[in-house]
């Protein structure tokens, strides 16, 4: 009996057990069933994109490129984990909501569907799948606005000739995804300057909700130059100026022109690259006086320019770079300014080109040879007037054309630096060194005049062994033109500038001398402008 009672047990206990698998086992099986489901009810292939798009057809320029990403991904979910958003697709969301910090004004079509997706309590979402498609879409939206900015197409017409970036939207997301904190900094998409810039913009919009961008009140009619040991209201109020945006470190409160606000003034004036002096005049003040809108605006434009510059550039182990607005060219090696000089540029009439070149040659004592322009309307007159001229201003004729000897009065000055283009624009020294005495200096036909032009040869040639500076030094006294061949090409790079960044932070803005910021304004903020799809 014990043993059939203990028999009885066992199959009971084997019963029971057997049922509680066979029920776990078939739940989970049933639920496994149901999260299989969840994720193919997103059926995505081409003729399901292209509904979407129809659908929703204020997307349709990013169609292209989100067709693009799905063939790349196998027509895979990207921004789905089960039944939730993915982590990164939330951290995306968040970026876009705040895409003003990045100097955008663009606003995403559909952002309120999107919204609803992301609201837990909504009972009005989106299906799965264009929560799927509006997510992607959302993603080129962000990387074409923050990445690329304005096409190249577009930028030729502004007379932007610089190396154009070109990105792959299926590579930076498969990047962004592995590391989604690139989506802070990513110096592999966008260089050092625009995250500089985006610390600017935050620095500036923040002294504008804080309201501390106050007037500096002048009687214009009575006003004369404040200079030190004056007295006078508006010391007081330009002190609390140059406090708010970081030339002076304390704010004393006074109104007398002293040695403190003496240093915060000369700081001012660098950072606007003005003439370095004590004087504050009325054109000074009057700049001061121009709202802070213009500054953040100022460099919201510049960090779109940013955009368009491949990092590469950057990055290379020599370059020079000249930036027309600030008048300065920076020959940089091994990540560093090796030299910088002051130059000028080409006058309205005759603007310096924004393009990149590639220096081949150096030329001591060079000839000039007079552009045919200016023979026609400018040389011909004179020549016509005074019989001598030519003789007077050591030039020849020479195979029909008029060429102006070597020396030190020739307008290239003693060397010219040689770039191959088609806008015939190189860069070389100048007799005249009086004009660098300018704060605005566009005074060339287009090329540009280096005030250290002998210094730039001297820094390019410093490792070359068959130029010592003893021999660089005769071949530009000697009155004959001589060639030197570069045994490595330098990039050039020619930009405009009107806002930019040091590495200590301090925020410098410069004349918008060929009004290029207007026009990019108007182009970006007023008109349609193709953004890269």
């Keep these: 009996m014990r043993n059939f009672t203990s028999s009885l047990i066992i199959v009971t206990v084997s019963f029971f057990a057997f049922s509680f698998n066979s029920f776990s086992n078939n739940a989970t099986s049933k639920t496994d069933v149901t999260n299989r489901k969840a994720v193919a009810v997103i059926t995505i292939d081409a003729a399901s994109i292209n509904a979407f798009f129809k659908k929703y057809p204020k997307l349709k320029k990013y169609q292209k490129d989100v067709e693009g990403i799905y063939k790349a991904k196998a027509y895979k979910s990207i921004w789905y984990d089960d039944k939730s958003i993915t982590e990164f697709g939330s951290l ?9 910090d990045q100097g955008i004004e663009e606003k995403m079509p559909y952002k309120e569907q999107i919204d609803e997706a992301f609201n837990e309590s909504s009972s009005n979402k989106p299906s799965q799948l264009d929560t799927e498609l509006l997510l992607t879409s959302m993603y080129v939206f962000y990387a074409s606005n923050v990445y690329s900015g304005v096409d ?5 017409k502004i007379g932007w000739y610089l190396p154009a970036k070109s990105i792959s939207y299926t590579h930076i997301l498969d990047s962004l995804m592995v590391d989604s904190d690139r989506l802070d900094k990513d110096d592999n998409l966008l260089f050092s300057q625009y995250y500089r810039l985006k610390d600017a913009l935050k620095k500036y919009r923040k002294i504008e909700t804080d309201n501390l961008w106050q007037k500096i009140a002048i009687d214009s009619a009575t006003f004369k130059d404040l200079r030190p040991d004056d007295t006078a209201i508006a010391i007081k109020q330009i002190r609390n100026r140059l406090f708010v945006v970081g030339d002076l470190k304390q704010d004393s409160g006074s109104d007398i022109y002293d040695e403190e606000l003496m240093a915060g003034v000369l700081n001012y004036k660098k950072r606007y690259n003005l003439k370095i002096n004590y004087a504050l005049t009325r054109d000074i003040i009057n700049q001061m006086n121009e709202p802070i809108s213009k500054r953040i605006r100022t460099i919201m434009l510049n960090m779109e320019r940013c955009r368009w510059i491949p990092t590469k550039l950057a990055k290379a182990d020599e370059y020079v770079m000249v930036n027309i607005p600030s008048f300065r060219l920076f020959y940089v090696k091994n990540g560093k300014y090796d030299l910088v000089s002051d130059i000028f540029v080409g006058n309205r009439l005759s603007e310096t080109v924004i393009f990149s070149g ?22 011909k007159l004179q020549i016509a007037s005074d019989k001598n ?4 201003h050591n030039m020849e004729w020479n195979g029909g054309k008029v060429r102006q000897k070597p020396g030190p009065k020739n307008s290239l000055g003693l060397v010219k630096f040689m770039f191959p283009n088609p806008n015939d624009i190189y860069m070389h020294d100048t007799p005249a060194k009086s004009l660098f005495e300018f704060e605005k200096r566009t005074f060339s036909h287009g090329c540009i005049n280096v005030k250290e032009a002998k210094q730039l040869a001297l820094h390019i040639l410093k490792d070359d062994p068959d130029w010592p500076a003893d021999k660089i030094e005769s071949a530009m006294n000697g ?5 030197c061949m570069l045994k490595r090409k330098i990039p050039v790079y020619i930009g405009y500038f009107t ?3 040091q590495d200590n932070g301090e925020v410098n803005f410069f004349p918008d001398v060929y009004d290029r910021d207007q026009s990019l304004d108007k182009l970006i903020y007023n008109d349609s402008v193709t953004m890269k799809d």
Excluded: H
């Design 92 to 100: 995306l969301y968040q970026k876009v909501n705040v895409l003003k």
């Design 152 to 156: 190249p197409a577009t930028l030729k």
């Design 358 to 379: 590639s220096m081949d040659r150096i030329v001591f004592s060079p000839y000039w040879y007079v552009p045919t322009s200016i023979i026609q309307n400018e040389l």
């Design 389 to 392: 001229y030519l003789e007077e």
């Design 479 to 483: 009155g004959k033109e001589t060639t």
């Design 499 to 501: 806002c930019w960044v």
